[in-house]
């Protein structure tokens, strides 16, 4: 009976995996005290030289129950296909949720996406580009960054995630490991104003660029300031804290490793880190402080 | 002999019959607060906070079969190890302190009261929908309250939804259980406020020994939990 318990189990581990995202990351962190020198540092967007703008929906992938009578037939192999081929429904249908609720989402905000798919993310970070390198320099020391953009459906809310990573130098044998480091950054732009998301609506793609860019700047400063061990010595308890996203409240439980640029940084109980404008700004009017922040000053 | 089995089996039908009312009951349906009462000078309130009654852990849903729910059980059992070392009740004592301090805005006399007998163990009470099932109006003397506030949490850690042996979808964060106040004259309800938080984890759920995605998302469904009885009062 245990043995027929132990093959079920291992059969349905695979059953209730997640659905694949792109915008997800365990974090991996094996550098130890290998951190990247400050002058040397360099980044490359890999995958996707331009931006990736989409939609921001509830990710839920429930799928609503399908209870189904399993045959007698074939003893214990028979039973075994029919939970597979049942398994197989569901996640189909969890994945066509997932796939079916992006799509609306981005047609939700197809306006900025029209503005943004041909921009090449080298135009968004401004001092930065002394330090990108061209993909045939890339290196086993070239950090990899896959930023994805996200709107909510009123265009108010603007976040960027970040996969960052870096290749581990040579693949150990029969070792899974390919990442020396990897990582989640998320930022998240001040809610804005209605003149603001009026202009975004009106096809203002000079503002829009500005927003974005400033999204970026700031994971780049994230990402500098952890992978040359900045942020490695900063070990605080875990508590909670509440940020809005698209209209809701979201917790995020961490810990805060620094403060920069009317932003929290806040490292959570994955190791990701997200930023998010401080309460003053929150409170503020003014959001000009997201072009001011990013002088050559403060990001060195 | 034959009069025997007759009457066994009338036996049988009525109380499968008394069985089956129970279940079809209809729900309490929501009570949103009556402001009213509050007006009501030198009313006394109390508050009682009746805690889950085990640890935090996967409330599995939809495993119909004994067989279905052992092989859930297993899918779930590392979660469940996760759960129930960490998390504590502190998060449900904040949302008693909430709803104390949420009343406390409507009336000068709110305090929290102990509850000299559990729930359970107190005299049913025959009203109809709008009334509480238990008769509370023998706290009215014994406490020396007019209003009795109850925040009982019934489950708390995570919820995932099966179909049979198969999960419909990830573990989520879950909070579940009931605010009622109950007029301690009348026993009818002056608010009554079903919780029932479930929150999808953010990205792969399994990621053991420490199930930070779980984890968020129980603590997400919390949050929500107080917003919504921060609304209600």
């Known amino acids: 009976m245990r043995f027929l318990f132990i093959i079920f189990a291992i059969t349905l581990v695979g059953c209730g995996s997640t659905p694949y995202r792109d915008d997800y990351t365990k974090h991996v962190n094996i550098i130890r005290e290998g951190y990247l020198d400050e002058t040397d540092f360099k980044f490359n967007f890999v995958e996707n030289p331009n931006v990736d703008l989409r939609g921001l929906y509830s990710q839920n992938d429930t799928a609503n129950a399908s209870p189904i009578m399993y045959q007698g037939v074939g003893g214990v192999a028979g039973l075994l296909v029919q939970i597979g081929t049942h398994s197989s429904l569901i996640q189909s249908q969890r994945n066509s949720k997932l796939a079916k609720d992006q799509e609306h989402a981005n047609n939700q905000i197809l306006p900025l996406i029209d503005i943004t798919t041909e921009v090449p993310l080298r135009d968004l970070i401004g001092e930065h580009s002394s330090q990108i390198v061209s993909l045939e320099n890339v290196g086993t020391d070239t950090v990899n960054i896959k930023p994805i953009f996200f709107s909510n459906s009123d265009m108010t809310e603007l976040s960027v995630k970040s996969i960052v990573w870096l290749p581990l130098e040579e693949r150990r044998n029969k070792r899974k490991q390919r990442f020396k480091y990897k990582n989640l950054i998320q930022v998240y732009s001040p809610k804005l104003k209605d003149l603001q998301s009026q202009q975004l609506t009106n096809g203002d793609s000079e503002f829009l660029l500005e927003v974005l860019s400033s999204l970026l700047k700031t994971t780049l400063y994230i990402t500098k300031n952890e992978l040359t061990g900045q942020f490695s010595k900063v070990r605080k308890t875990a508590q909670t804290f509440i940020v809005e996203e698209n209209s809701s409240k979201k917790v995020i439980r961490g810990s805060i490793v620094a403060n920069k640029c009317g932003y929290q940084i806040i490292q959570d109980i994955h190791s990701w880190f997200i930023a998010y404008p401080t309460p003053e700004i929150v409170a503020s009017l003014n959001n000009d402080f997201v072009s001011l922040c990013h002088d050559k000053s403060i990001i060195n | ?233």
């Open chain 2, 1 to 233: 002999m034959k009069m025997l089995g007759i009457k066994f089996k009338y036996l049988f039908v009525a109380g499968l019959a008394i069985l089956l009312s129970a279940c079809g009951s209809t729900p309490q349906p929501t009570v949103t607060l009556n402001t009213n009462l509050f007006a009501k000078d030198g009313l006394k309130v109390g508050i009682a906070y009746a805690p889950p009654k085990g640890k935090a852990t996967t409330h599995i849903y939809g495993a119909n079969c004994l067989l279905c729910y052992r092989v859930a059980s297993a899918l779930t059992s590392s979660l469940d190890t996760h759960l129930e070392a960490n998390i504590m009740t502190d998060e449900l004592t904040k949302i008693k302190n909430i709803v104390l301090a949420e009343y406390s805005q409507r009336s000068k006399n709110v305090e929290l009261v102990s509850l000299p007998t559990s729930i359970d163990k107190l005299k049913k009470f025959k009203g109809e929908l709008g009334f509480a099932k238990k008769d509370f109006r023998v706290l009215k003397e014994k406490l020396g309250i007019d209003l009795l506030v109850v925040l009982d949490v019934y489950n708390h850690g995570a919820y995932r939804s099966f179909s049979n042996y198969i999960p419909n979808g990830d573990p989520q964060g879950y909070i579940a259980g009931s605010l009622y106040s109950v007029d301690l004259d009348t026993n009818a309800y002056v608010q009554y406020l079903r919780i029932d938080e479930k929150v999808q984890p953010s990205g792969d759920w399994d990621e053991p020994s420490t199930f930070p995605s779980v984890t968020t998302s129980y603590y997400q469904a919390i949050e929500n939990g107080k917003q919504k009885i921060k609304d209600a009062i």
